[in-house]
């Protein structure tokens, strides 16, 4: 029976695999690199990177404008129309480029007026480089005509290029720039082979599209682009902050704290991603409040995991070097138990049971409280990288609680061990 499940959803089975298999990738192999990187160029260096890069997300988020989420239901819907999806395509690139030009003005600027920009500008235009493969790198085309296989190919190339590349181009300390550099060319190698793909294979024609479907398809990647900023500036705020306030050893620090805290909330992410499907065709709320509890259970024995292991994973990453990682890795177990479970009341189960204005306000709410906990923070003096995981902690409390409010205001989830069926 479950065989024949499998086999009845075979396509979403082996997307979701392909899925599995990009991220397990992208979070494990830039690990093996990690001590190396570390130990050569030292932590100070190492959060400089980590900085530029961190400055040109902001850039990389403006360029997607929301664009790789909106267009993945315009292909999926036209993916038997080459008419009309050559038009999609072209409209999604053409805007994207129009951005990425707009954005490298902006970084132009920034580097002929901002004394410390200028003084790395070389580091900031390796990391702005990354910016051009989003304009080439389609995600939401494979996507939508479900090809992942072209998708794990491409990830799992842009990442070898790295973990390679940096073994053998980066020997000293004055190499840090290579580090962003090759990391912004794996990148780009990812968009090179995505373009031909997408040309070659998928016989992808580029048109000049009517104007009226240039608006139409930038207005409907707008409330995406707000949501994706809000995700990337949680993310990115602490480590923003740092190196502006406090010192590049300190971003090191917080970066790897939370590359671990990351990693660390895969198990729950793929678990969810799993039950999606199944919540959203039948949603069953018996099912999602049982699995609620799974949930906790699970997210509660990871964050206590990488509570315990925390100091052996600092010392294997970084030696000595960064003693403060392990006391943030700590504060941030707290984010991973919250982030395990908002995951799954998320889109697994707000979007399934037809809640998408509530999750999306959600993950806005919470960057008005990373504002106020950040302000907050500066008014009483506290402004400190430990202070930062906790108001990361807050901002993913609030995420939790408000998500939590509307499942059992809609009676998704129930109290006092009575069923939803029977409210």
């Known amino acids: 029976m479950i065989l024949q499940k ?9 997307n979701t695999g392909y899925l599995s298999i990009i991220e397990v990738i992208r979070m494990a192999m830039p690990f093996i690199a990690l001590p190396y990187v570390l130990k050569t160029i030292g932590a100070s260096n190492y959060g400089l990177a980590v900085f530029a890069q961190t400055i040109i997300s902001y850039f990389s988020i403006f360029i997607n404008f929301g664009l790789d989420v909106s267009a993945v239901k315009d292909v999926s819907i036209n993916r038997n129309d080459p008419k009309t999806l050559n038009a999609i395509v072209s409209s999604v690139l053409l ?9 490298f003005a902006v970084l132009l600027l920034g580097i002929a007026v901002i004394p410390f920009m200028h003084e790395y500008k070389i580091l900031f235009l390796a990391a702005f480089l ?9 995600i939401w085309f494979y996507q939508g005509i479900e090809k992942m296989e072209f998708l794990t190919f491409i990830r799992t190339s842009s990442i070898l290029f790295y973990t390679i590349t940096v073994f053998i181009f980066v ?8 580090v962003v550099l090759l990391q912004s060319l794996g990148n780009l190698l990812a968009g090179g082979i995505s373009a031909f793909c997408i040309l070659k294979v998928a016989k992808i024609r580029l048109v000049f599209p009517q104007w009226d479907m240039l608006v139409t398809t930038f207005r409907e990647s707008m409330l995406f682009f707000v949501s994706r900023l809000s995700v990337v500036l949680n993310n990115n705020m602490a ?14 620090a917080f970066d790897l704290a939370q590359r671990i805290a990351t990693v660390a909330l895969v198990p729950a992410q793929m678990l969810n991603q799993a039950v999606y499907p199944h919540l959203a065709k039948t949603k069953n709320k018996i099912f999602a409040n049982k699995f609620l509890y799974l949930n906790v259970l699970l997210s509660f024995c990871v964050s206590t995991v990488v509570y315990i ?14 003693p403060e990682a392990v006391t943030l890795t700590r504060i941030l177990c707290l984010w991973i138990f919250c982030g395990g479970i908002t995951t799954y009341i998320g889109s697994p189960v707000l979007v399934s049971f037809g809640h998408p204005k509530q999750f999306n306000v959600s993950v806005l709410l919470s960057t008005a409280a990373l504002f106020v906990c950040y302000g907050v923070l500066y008014l009483c003096n506290l402004l400190t990288i430990y202070n930062f995981a906790l108001a990361l902690f807050i901002s993913e409390c609030t995420i939790l609680i408000y998500r939590l409010y509307y499942c059992y205001h809609y009676k998704i989830f129930s109290f006092h061990g009575r069923t939803p069926a029977a409210l």
């Open 6 to 14: 499998i086999k009845n959803h075979k396509t979403i089975v082996k």
């Open 95 to 103: 805007i994207k480029f129009v951005l990425f030009c707009l954005a």
């Open 130 to 138: 990354t910016c051009l493969s989003e304009v080439l790198f389609p």
């Open 171 to 178: 020997r000293q300390t004055d190499d840090y720039t290579n």
């Open 239 to 252: 480590k923003t902050i740092s190196g502006m306030v406090f010192s590049m050893h300190f971003v090191a």
């Open 309 to 322: 292991l925390a100091p052996y994973a600092i010392r294997y990453f970084s030696g000595t070097q960064l």
